[in-house]
């Protein structure tokens, strides 16, 4: 073919071609670590209306049984339907993943077709994670290539998401290259998911995220059996482009393709906050570490902060609900300086406790030239702590935990994963830690098979 | 409630409230002509190798058995897997029905989630007709809302049959005001489909129409069960037209709701062919009647056309395809004047037979400054026949066949689905007749059960 190859059509080269062993080595341990992570915010999908509201829907529209496990009811199913349910319980806990370039959640809407599929056709461990790395890299690379002008309106995990789960159950299906891209013409004209749903307060990021996954899927499926999509979905004249994005690039679309592995790039949440707090919360724990500071130690906490979480998180002085806590920098220090460790059951439980109000009414935040002038490229966390015995002490991290360059650990992984079963009551902690140990050797896996056991 | 109602929810208030006897009875004589027009089209997605793979799909991933019936194939399933199904069947033929002001074909999104959920609770036959109804109302009002700028880039029977399908089964599912504006919620943030795909005649006319009831069905399941969606889907801040239109128009939301029926607005098609050629071929049999001519007797016919028809067809001379020949005036008046109407049969059969060639190329276009100033508001067709023995004759239509004012007979519906059934074989004379014949009692029925038998 002597004609110039579309971004399109490398991107989708790239996806169907992907081997195993071409993938680096710390990009296959990083991988496990985001399945793991997901299978943490899987679970605890668990017990919540919307999700399994959608859970029993698809149920309901399937079989009696089936080879791909819903992980909210522990049900078996067709992977379709699995994939819709798995897809909604992934999001819903707002503790999973994020690449932050891309403002795109992959493991929401690419685990949940890629582990259904697998299961469905007995894949290795191997195919999975290869698989799946495929789906991030598409994805993550899709909604770089939409662009902040496509975010504003629209919910890029939604509509990115339909092309990383179409390339990671296309990659389990074994498409080749031209049916790879055919799959992602099916996936981008299906591409949908509209913020507006926020000003209500509506259900419908539940909705978004299993819509990308089972259309993401059926259009892997459609382009096995021959069924023909757009050449170019992404920047053709009538594309996702023309149609939902005023600021889009294509050379985000094949940027570094085999030699920047985005997947790697994925941040982890650590805390259950809003994400402007993050920075200043992991400063705190440094310090308190390095100097042996307990919560009962603290005077007062400056924390010093880019505008944006003056904007975002000022207004909320004394926060009434478990969710307003979340954007709450004082409570978020509080308990943070309480427990090591913000997350959901500490806010469930601590956010309106005299302890950590007290605590909160002694976190301030001022305007930081320094940290302000590199965000939002850098999110740089800050503090200055008074003690109680007079000590003044400064803590800084340069990236907030979680980050690439300051990633979670296995076994902080694993608590997590161990935190958020507990906190939905998805799975016992027994059951959970024995599907956390035997997750973590997915690679050696002959066969990926259910994650969880039956229902007890 | 103090606040001004909004446009969503008066129409979701019509859509959940509208009752049988409020509709006018030439009105739903007239759903009873879409829903049997429909049909037709339905049964001719028999054997079509996109409807097949996406009904192989919807099968796969479904229960072996259940309520709902796969027109195609004639298996059960549930009604979310029947409508996906369906959904692809009804559009493939292009012989369904089309809303011209809103460019929108609601029979394809409306009648297979509309049918497949009424076969599953056993609805009566007015029920039925009532939400089929309510998807018209509804489907055409938001394709009115989204507009020509929209149209550029999305397939419109994709986005707005999300709502179209959501109101119909909405209705069904009995849904009250608030959760039928719950269901429109979480069917527009599932709105999608470009046009991209026509670059290279891909496949996904078949995926939108598929999308569009199954995400629209999904949308009204999840709000019976307590799901909610954003209120103002349409015209919120970051709802559909803001991010898929630049031309919206909020009025046509709820314009003349309840008095205004737009169901009874909307198009059949009679001829299989480019809508630009049949006012000309309308022009031409009815002048051919008027005065006696038989094919054999024309030695020259002039079409007095709008410049979009010689834009679309003039590059058609001596057209290599059944589906080039559709876009050749030559050949659809040459069809026409010897068959009577220029269906699918006769495009496979004779498009280039002698008699065909010999009479297409007695066929010339010209511009027509009258029937150019008022299109599209009116399709004019005018033509100017000399016959073999040196008459001039005129002929004329002020609105193609199948149009509102000019709409087909039940002979004539009945015509064209039993040749709909011949053409793909999806079900032989006699019992394509017999459900045709049941269907135009459906008012009467007190449960809806299968259109068609069980496989022979």
Redesign the interface.
Same mark, same amino acid.
């Given at each position: 073919m002597t004609m110039k190859t579309s971004s399109a059509a490398q991107l989708a080269t790239f996806a169907a071609g992907l081997r195993f062993d071409a993938i680096p080595e710390p990009v296959v341990r990083f991988a496990e670590n985001l399945l793991v992570d997901w299978f943490g915010s899987a679970v605890a999908g668990h017990g919540s209306?919307?999700v399994e509201?959608?859970a029993? /829907?698809a149920q309901? =529209?399937?079989?009696?049984e089936g080879p791909s496990e819903v992980l909210v009811s522990r049900a078996g199913t067709?992977?379709?339907?699995a994939a819709l349910a798995n897809g909604a319980a992934s999001h819903v806990a707002e503790q999973d993943d994020v690449h932050n370039g891309s403002v795109f959640h992959p493991a929401t809407v690419v685990f949940p077709p890629a582990v259904a599929v697998a299961q469905a056709l007995q894949a290795s461990g191997r195919d999975l994670i290869t698989a799946s790395v495929a789906g991030y890299e598409v994805g993550i690379r899709v909604g770089e290539f939409l662009g902040r002008s496509h975010y504003?309106? /629209?919910h890029t995990t939604?509509t990115a998401g339909t092309l990383a789960a179409a390339a990671a159950v296309g990659h389990l299906l074994k498409l080749d290259a031209a049916q790879m891209l #055919?799959a992602f *013409? &099916?996936a *981008?004209?299906? &591409? %949908?998911?509209?913020?507006? /749903?926020?000003?209500?307060a %509506?259900? &419908?990021k539940q909705? #978004?995220t299993a819509?990308a996954a089972g259309?993401g899927l059926?259009?892997a499926?459609?382009a096995r059996?021959? /069924?023909? *999509?757009?050449?170019?979905?992404f920047t053709?004249?009538?594309?996702?482009a023309?149609? =939902?994005s005023s600021d889009s690039d294509p050379a985000r679309l094949t940027d570094g393709l085999g030699t920047r592995w985005a997947t790697a790039e994925t941040s982890f949440k650590w805390h259950a906050s809003c994400r402007h707090t993050h920075p200043a919360a992991d400063a705190l724990l440094t310090v308190m570490a390095a100097h042996g500071v307990k919560a009962g130690d603290i005077a007062q906490v400056v924390t010093h902060v880019h505008q944006g979480a003056i904007d975002v998180l000022g207004p909320v002085v004394q926060p009434a609900t478990v969710h307003q806590a979340k954007f709450s920098m004082g409570t978020v220090l509080a308990l943070a300086a309480q427990h090591g460790h913000a997350g959901l059951t500490e806010f469930d439980r601590d956010y309106l406790s005299a302890a950590t109000q007290a605590l909160r009414d002694k976190v301030s935040m001022v305007l930081d030239e320094e940290v302000d002038a590199v965000y939002p490229r850098r999110w740089i966390g800050k503090v200055t702590v008074t003690t109680t015995d007079g000590r003044t002490l400064h803590g800084r991290v340069d990236e907030p935990k979680g980050d690439p360059g300051n990633t979670l650990t296995r076994d902080e992984l694993t608590a997590k994963a161990l935190r958020l079963a507990a906190w939905s009551g998805g799975a016992q902690p027994a059951e959970m830690q024995a599907a956390i140990d035997a997750l973590w050797n997915v690679a050696s896996w002959p066969r990926v098979g259910r994650l969880l056991g039956q229902a007890a």
């Open positions: 209306r919307p509201t959608i029993h /829907f309901s =529209m399937g079989p009696a067709t992977p379709y339907l504003k309106v /629209f939604g #055919h *013409g &099916s *981008g004209t299906q &591409s %949908a998911g509209l913020w507006e /749903f926020l000003r209500t %509506a259900d &419908s909705l #978004h819509h259309a059926m259009a499926y459609l059996d021959g /069924f023909t *999509g757009a050449a170019d979905i053709g004249p009538q594309g996702l023309a149609g =939902m």
